[in-house]
């Protein structure tokens, strides 16, 4: 399905002046190809096709009179090209119909609105504020929708009014809007490590970084040696770059996959992470008591943290596409709290990964208990937990 968005652009001032000149650029072989197909079909009665045409336009970029337009992107002049080509048999296609409408119209400088298009090749930073055009590098945006995500196809950029704007056509992949849902509702635990477990007894293997992470630490040793201002030292940053974005990528990708499955039902409760995080800072580690956990470090933790964050914030998107919802809820003592009976205790928890009820001996893998617990509160309203905590 394609979907259309609209941001607006901050170019600086070199970035205008390259705009101004693909806006010119586009122009100029609109018209002049408009010109050349109406030459051609008044004096010989024949009609030059599209590929003659851009094949023309490579060959003005070589002559000295109009090499300033190797200046312009090829693609953006093809795409002038294409769409000038589309226009005029429109009007062909139309008057065979008997339908009235105009012959594709000559574009002017002194037109309000100037535009290009690029038909590929335009890309998004992660913070989606940022784009890259073509010839014209990565340019400040804003208001790009969070929940559009896809192949970028066409993106026309605009010049209205002393702004600037690009708007963007989004496949993003998606034959039928309405999926069909199990209609159900499903709590999810997340781990100190990228582990996942869910109230349906499932556990979702760690992503393995193991290859990758070995790599970091190796690249980052490096980087240590490496004198300050020296040629190698920026070597060797470049390589811990790539190492960093590779993990970011595979770490992304796997909660892209992860979240799309999960969002086929009607409903997810996860833990709201705010709420534990604020209550880990206050009372040091109220859940999940261990060694293990003290052991993991700081940055992994982090990191960890932000991968789930991300990971909601999917889900939510994509649980709302399919016309789904994201609950969140306090995650005090669903990890202590046995979902047969009730019964709260830290001794509960006889390991990391073991649970077992001191009450009534309910046992099962501790991460399934998170899970169900929390299912429990999405089910039930956010304040049974409050009442327990009070
Ligand atoms: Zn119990």
Redesign the pocket.
Known sequence: MLKACKIRLYPNKEQKQIIASQIGGSRYIFNRMLALKIYTYKKFGKNISKYDLIKRATKLRKRDKTSWLKDIDSQVLQQSISNMDSAYKNFFRRVKQGGAVGFPKFKSKHHSRQSFQYPQRVKLNENKNKIYLPKVGWVKCKGFRKDFIGKIKTVTISLEAYQYHASLLIDDGIENKSINHNNQIVGLDVGVKLVVADSNGNKIEALKLERELTKLRKRAKQLSRKKKGSNNRFKAKQKLAKINLKIANKRKDFLHKLSTKYSENQAIVVEDLKIKNMSKSAKGTTETPGKNVKAKSGLNRVITQQSWGMFFEMLEYKLKRNGGELIKVNPKFTSQT??????ISKE?RLSQSKFV??????SNNADIVGALNILDRGIHGNNACDKIAS
């Open positions: 046995c979902p047969k009976c009730g019964y509960n009820c001191q009450k009534c001996n309910y």
